[in-house]
């Protein structure tokens, strides 16, 4: 079955209802992207499969198991993870640091700057990142650089799962490219990828599925090629 079975999630708020019945599955070695204008549901939807949110009902299963409602830390303990547009690594920290921070070796009796060191390069290398140093402080780094930085830490925490939230927002074209290929070497180390995005030829280039929320439905769900490009 599915990585993700998302099956009829609904959040209403006082002010209105955000997600209206929202069914939406990733499988196991694709990135699937999330289409939608401002106001569709996606923010909901994405903080819902992390935890950040509590759906009014509805059911989100991983690998076929419910994951706990409203818990980031059970969807962080399951494998899910996600990378919010506002880049939250503390900007004092370095790089080795910010990818181990509030995990082995960073906590504990002691911290073991070698293993942790060691370890930042190595995940640093299985995306093909050699170029971004362990000893740099992460707010001396350019956006793009610290996106990457979050992602090696969510493959460090060995994530199964990584959601996107726009990552390609704050790139330029070249960094999107780059991009593009630390998202192609998390697919090769097991971890499949919700990308958000409204532009149709990224979500073409880059996508396996994708899926079209309007007004807190989804609408449409297939391959990037036949999606409608009303959105
Ligand atoms: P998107 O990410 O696609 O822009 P959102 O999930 O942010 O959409 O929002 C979906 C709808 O739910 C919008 O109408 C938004 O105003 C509303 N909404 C989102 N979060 C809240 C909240 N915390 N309280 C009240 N309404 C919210
Ligand atoms: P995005 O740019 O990802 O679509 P938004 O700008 O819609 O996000 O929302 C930013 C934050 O504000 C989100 O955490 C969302 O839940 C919250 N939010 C959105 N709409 C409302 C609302 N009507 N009332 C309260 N919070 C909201």
Same mark, same amino acid.
Not at 145 to 161: E, N, T, Y
Not at 182 to 188: G, Q, T
């Given at each position: 079955?599915?990585?993700?079975?998302?099956?009829?999630?609904?959040?209403?708020?006082?002010?209105?209802?955000?997600?209206?019945?929202?069914?939406?599955?990733?499988?196991?070695?694709?990135?699937?992207?999330?289409?939608?204008?401002?106001?569709?549901?996606?923010?909901?939807?994405?903080?819902?499969?992390?935890?950040?949110?509590?759906?009014?009902?509805?059911?989100?299963?991983?690998?076929?198991?419910?994951?706990?409602?409203?818990?980031?830390?059970?969807?962080?303990?399951?494998?899910?993870?996600?990378?919010?547009?506002?880049?939250?690594?503390?900007?004092?920290?370095?790089?080795?640091?910010?990818?181990?921070?509030?995990?082995?070796?960073?906590?504990?009796?002691?911290?073991?700057?070698?293993?942790?060191?060691?370890?930042?390069?190595?995940?640093?290398?299985?995306?093909?990142?050699?170029?971004?140093?362990?000893?740099?402080?992460?707010?001396?780094?350019?956006?793009?650089?610290?996106?990457?930085? &979050?992602?090696?830490? !969510? /493959?460090? $925490?060995?994530? #199964?799962? =990584?959601?996107?939230?726009?990552? +390609?927002? *704050?790139?330029?074209? &070249?960094?999107?490219? !780059? /991009?593009? $290929?630390?998202? #192609?070497? =998390?697919?090769?180390?097991?971890? +499949?990828? *919700?990308?958000?995005?409204?532009?149709?030829?990224?979500?073409?280039?880059?996508?396996?599925?994708?899926?079209?929320?309007?007004?807190?439905?989804?609408?449409?769900?297939?391959?990037?090629?036949?999606?409608?490009?009303?959105?």
């Amino acid at each position: 079955g599915p990585l993700l079975e998302v099956r009829g999630l609904t959040k209403r708020y006082p002010g209105g209802t955000a997600l209206d019945g929202v069914h939406f599955d990733v499988h196991a070695g694709e990135v699937h992207c999330l289409l939608g204008a401002n106001g569709a549901g996606k923010s909901t939807l994405i903080k819902c499969v992390s935890g950040a949110v509590e759906p009014t009902s509805g059911e989100i299963l991983l690998d076929g198991v419910p994951l706990p409602a409203g818990s980031p830390s059970a969807s962080l303990a399951r494998g899910v993870a996600t990378i919010y547009q506002e880049l939250d690594l503390a900007p004092d920290l370095t790089v080795a640091e910010s990818i181990y921070f509030g995990r082995e070796p960073c906590r504990g009796p002691f911290l073991d700057r070698r293993a942790m060191r060691a370890g930042a390069k190595e995940v640093l290398a299985r995306l093909r990142h050699e170029d971004i140093s362990v000893d740099a402080t992460v707010g001396e780094l350019r956006p793009a650089f610290q996106q990457i930085v &979050s992602i090696a830490r !969510a /493959l460090s $925490a060995k994530a #199964r799962l =990584l959601i996107l939230d726009e990552p +390609s927002a *704050i790139l330029d074209a &070249s960094e999107i490219e !780059a /991009l593009f $290929a630390v998202v #192609r070497s =998390l697919l090769e180390q097991g971890t +499949s990828v *919700i990308f958000i995005s409204h532009l149709l030829g990224e979500i073409a280039t880059i996508g396996h599925r994708v899926s079209v929320l309007r007004d807190g439905r989804t609408v449409a769900s297939g391959l990037p090629a036949s999606t409608p490009a009303s959105e």
